[in-house]
């Protein structure tokens, strides 16, 4: 028998495609070793949304004690933070499973490597079998990159995926890396009385964004009492004496309880045999793919793996386009996979928000680009509750918006809105005609999108 | 000297149409009592707002309290809340007529009436005074409706603006009138442990909204203590031994330290001499408008005080149609005022949003409707906030969007994307077109979107 697809990685986008070939009549098998939903659910996005979204009090408490308005302390409890994390993502990673199950999907638990063009290796609790496959797609993910010296020990220095699980609250943390996911776990640990330091190679915080949102990203965290070290090069971690001691390639030193290793993602592609499959992987291991997210004939790749963009909705959208690509038989003459405007977010007490492109990526394409800004600080609703660092800012093309960013709190609520905005490439008059509510967070987009705006 | 525009009131509408006006070049004058930014500002959606934003911890920590994740107390100083609040509004109040003064507007403090078409007679500190204008703009909004027997005295029975400045706070309050300003009040009170009873004469919560939004808000709140009773007249209210007394119809009674008055609003247009200028008043004194906003030739009404939506974004926008009306030299070959897509919403804890029409608008439009619906309980954020009552439900009408309403926890973030999506009147593969980021609110509004449909 031959599959139609056979899907290696049950994440986000291997599932999302395993779901639509089912619902598009295709004969389909997905081999996972068994945490569904994959980085995402698992390890992710999602345990870290329930960990901020529990202790979503504490940071509105302390602004309005700050501002003498009220008084009082919250006492969170991990273990019980954490017991309905896992409660959450065990519900929610089985009912994946049985969704797939449902769909008529084979669902395999095992681990899976090709071994040449269609030809799938299965290893399961039953053995070793070898599945046929017109189609296959790559959607293995990431895992967390490490680097010599710096290397997660499970004492100390963790990663994510172990600090996700930690039980007792550290006193002090050290983070190494500027990105979502540092910032994010520092948010979480802060509101459990944990002193974190961070730590960024770079310039700059989330230094995949504009200089302006990661300076006032870094202005704003120092105000809640983070020590920030931005443009220092890490020569070694590891634990001595039970504590996380960071050296900084200038000698000086920080210890700490706990140290987090966040310094990007690597893709999980060793051992898969892609290679014999005709792929080519580039540098750590990330898949090449081409317009039509084909890294060889019959072998797609999508998600984290091919490095394009490591986000759990880029990957969902590939492998709707990879299955309907698929469907219609693959025919070449189809267009190729749409760069779509993507979305993304920095979650917590102060957030970050993009869609479109940045400054750099414009004048890189050779555009003039305009910027027009708001402060969050001229919004009511920034005034309601005591937050009002940040802003929004919008660049215009020829009077075209290309690209929305953001920082402050609640920003992240304003992404799919901008996402449409920067889809449609919204003019002024556009703006005009459609009425924002009033008081909302919404209207500080209006009001950036309405300003002047200035040549970059 | 001969005003190009002459307006009454200086609230949203009027300020907007001032300071349009001013931009377009022409000579404007505006005459307030004094509460620059109207009743929005200074008693309605701001200091609300305001109130809301500051103590959003609360219920917030008594939701991870429920899920033992959390303990803690948190006291807010209702003092301390209102200075803040007066503080803001004071200060906005005086940038706004600064800015109108900077404009080069003529801003007078004082009443206004009209002595017939082009003439009007302003009172102030300096005198009785009449200016001469080719239009006349109408911008003086609305106050709170009482009914006989049921009016504010002052002492336990107040309206929403002298509950807005209490300083002390009731251990018990009595709401008559299920709206957005009911609600709003008492979820504000019940964080600082106010006991909330809420009386509406309709079968529900929110009347002006579908039923089951109503329905679901009222089991929400009775999660939350509060007593509700919907479907019961009232007979009567007043202070009896400093106690609110309110009687129903049926004779029994309900005591509370304060009740609020909260049973619509009324416009505010008596002894305006609008007559004189050729205006007609319907039922409690509201501005009949023709497809110009026109109440007379030259006589504009906007805001509040025409009746058609009364929140201070129709006023704005209201305005900005009239000033393009009248800086076209009102042609009356144009366009009259295009019924745009309305977004409103009801804020607090557990929010209320639409925008666009209800079932009932739709129906009796002579459409067929069909309805898609999500529940938040399968949204990402929502469980990570412990928030998941609650859904989202789009309206369609051949097969595009003309109606999307949401009742929870945080669906006031949904209202802008909303509005633009019915505005667009999108369709299925409108939806597809956009990646919405994971993980969420929005993507309940994706799942709504994309949910099978059922005819009403």
Same mark, same amino acid.
């Given at each position: 028998?031959?599959?139609?697809?056979?899907?290696?990685?049950?994440?986000?986008?291997?599932?999302? &495609?395993?779901?639509? &070939?089912?619902?598009?009549?295709?004969?389909? $098998? +997905?081999?996972?070793?068994?945490?569904? !939903?994959?980085?995402?659910?698992?390890?992710?996005?999602?345990?870290?949304?329930?960990?901020?979204?529990?202790?979503?009090?504490?940071?509105?408490?302390?602004?309005?004690?700050?501002?003498?308005?009220?008084?009082? =302390?919250?006492?969170?409890?991990?273990?019980?933070?954490?017991? *309905?994390?896992?409660?959450?993502?065990?519900?929610? *990673?089985?009912?994946?499973?049985?969704?797939?199950?449902?769909?008529? +999907?084979?669902? +395999?638990?095992?681990?899976?490597?090709?071994? !040449?063009?269609?030809?799938?290796? #299965?290893?399961?609790?039953?053995?070793?079998?070898?599945?046929?496959?017109?189609? /296959?797609?790559?959607?293995?993910?990431?895992?967390?990159?490490?680097?010599?010296?710096?290397?997660?020990?499970?004492? $100390? /220095?963790?990663?994510?995926?172990?600090?996700?699980?930690?039980?007792?609250?550290?006193?002090?943390?050290?983070?190494?890396?500027?990105?979502?996911?540092?910032?994010?776990?520092?948010?979480?640990?802060?509101?459990?009385? =944990?002193?974190?330091?961070?730590?960024?190679?770079?310039?700059?915080?989330?230094?995949?964004? %504009?200089?302006? +949102?990661?300076?006032?990203?870094?202005?704003?965290?120092?105000?809640?009492?983070?020590?920030?070290? =931005?443009?220092?090069?890490?020569?070694?971690?590891?634990?001595?004496?039970?504590?996380?001691?960071? *050296?900084?390639?200038?000698?000086?030193?920080?210890?700490?309880?706990?140290?987090?290793?966040?310094?990007?993602?690597?893709?999980?592609?060793?051992?898969?045999?892609?290679?014999?499959?005709?792929?080519?992987?580039?540098?750590? !291991?990330?898949?090449?793919?081409? %317009?039509?997210?084909?890294?060889?004939?019959?072998?797609?790749?999508?998600?984290?793996?091919?490095?394009?963009?490591?986000?759990?909705?880029?990957?969902?959208?590939?492998?709707?386009?990879?299955?309907?690509?698929?469907?219609?038989?693959?025919?070449?003459?189809?267009?190729?996979?749409?760069?779509?405007?993507?979305?993304?977010?920095?979650?917590?007490?102060?957030? /970050?928000?993009?869609?479109?492109?940045?400054?750099?990526?414009? #004048?890189?394409?050779?555009?003039?680009?305009?910027?027009?800004?708001?402060?969050?600080? &001229?919004?009511?609703?920034?005034?309601?509750?005591?937050?009002?660092?940040?802003?929004?800012?919008?660049?215009?093309?020829?009077?075209?918006?290309?690209?929305?960013?953001?920082?402050?709190?609640? #920003?992240?609520?304003?992404?799919?809105? &901008?996402? /449409?905005?920067?889809?449609?490439?919204?003019?002024?008059?556009?703006?005009?005609?459609?009425?924002?509510?009033?008081?909302?967070?919404?209207?500080?987009?209006?009001?950036?999108?309405?300003?002047?705006?200035?040549?970059?």
């Amino acid at each position: 028998m031959t599959y139609d697809v056979v899907i290696l990685g049950a994440g986000p986008g291997g599932s999302r &495609a395993a779901l639509e &070939a089912a619902a598009a009549g295709l004969r389909v $098998a +997905i081999v996972d070793k068994g945490s569904f !939903g994959g980085t995402c659910l698992n390890w992710g996005c999602i345990p870290t949304k329930l960990l901020l979204g529990g202790t979503a009090a504490h940071p509105l408490l302390e602004v309005q004690k700050k501002l003498k308005t009220a008084q009082g =302390t919250i006492d969170f409890d991990l273990t019980a933070l954490q017991a *309905r994390k896992t409660r959450f993502i065990n519900g929610t *990673r089985q009912a994946l499973e049985k969704q797939l199950r449902q769909a008529g +999907i084979e669902v +395999i638990t095992g681990t899976a490597r090709l071994a !040449g063009p269609g030809h799938v290796e #299965v290893v399961d609790g039953e053995g070793t079998r070898e599945l046929a496959a017109r189609n /296959v797609i790559v959607a293995t993910g990431s895992v967390p990159a490490s680097f010599p010296g710096l290397a997660p020990d499970g004492e $100390a /220095v963790l990663d994510s995926t172990a600090l996700l699980d930690v039980t007792e609250v550290p006193d002090s943390l050290i983070i190494v890396g500027g990105g979502a996911i540092g910032l994010e776990m520092g948010d979480f640990f802060s509101r459990l009385g =944990t002193a974190i330091t961070i730590v960024e190679g770079l310039d700059r915080l989330a230094p995949t964004e %504009d200089p302006e +949102i990661g300076q006032t990203l870094g202005k704003l965290l120092k105000r809640e009492g983070w020590a920030i070290h =931005t443009g220092r090069r890490v020569a070694s971690l590891s634990t001595v004496e039970g504590k996380a001691q960071l *050296r900084f390639e200038d000698g000086t030193e920080l210890v700490a309880d706990k140290a987090l290793m966040a310094v990007g993602r690597r893709p999980a592609t060793a051992g898969l045999g892609l290679e014999t499959a005709g792929a080519t992987l580039l540098g750590a !291991g990330w898949v090449e793919t081409n %317009d039509h997210l084909l890294a060889a004939p019959g072998l797609y790749a999508i998600g984290d793996v091919n490095g394009r963009t490591l986000l759990a909705h880029a990957a969902d959208h590939q492998a709707r386009f990879v299955i309907s690509h698929i469907a219609s038989g693959s025919a070449s003459s189809a267009s190729g996979y749409p760069a779509p405007v993507m979305p993304s977010c920095i979650y917590g007490h102060t957030e /970050v928000m993009r869609a479109g492109a940045t400054v750099a990526e414009l #004048v890189a394409s050779g555009h003039d680009v305009h910027v027009s800004t708001s402060q969050l600080i &001229a919004n009511p609703i920034a005034q309601a509750y005591g937050t009002t660092g940040g802003f929004i800012r919008v660049l215009w093309v020829e009077g075209q918006v290309r690209g929305i960013s953001a920082v402050g709190h609640g #920003v992240s609520h304003l992404v799919t809105l &901008a996402t /449409v905005i920067v889809s449609q490439r919204w003019r002024w008059e556009d703006v005009h005609g459609i009425i924002f509510a009033h008081p909302t967070l919404d209207e500080a987009l209006e009001a950036a999108l309405l300003a002047p705006s200035q040549k970059v």
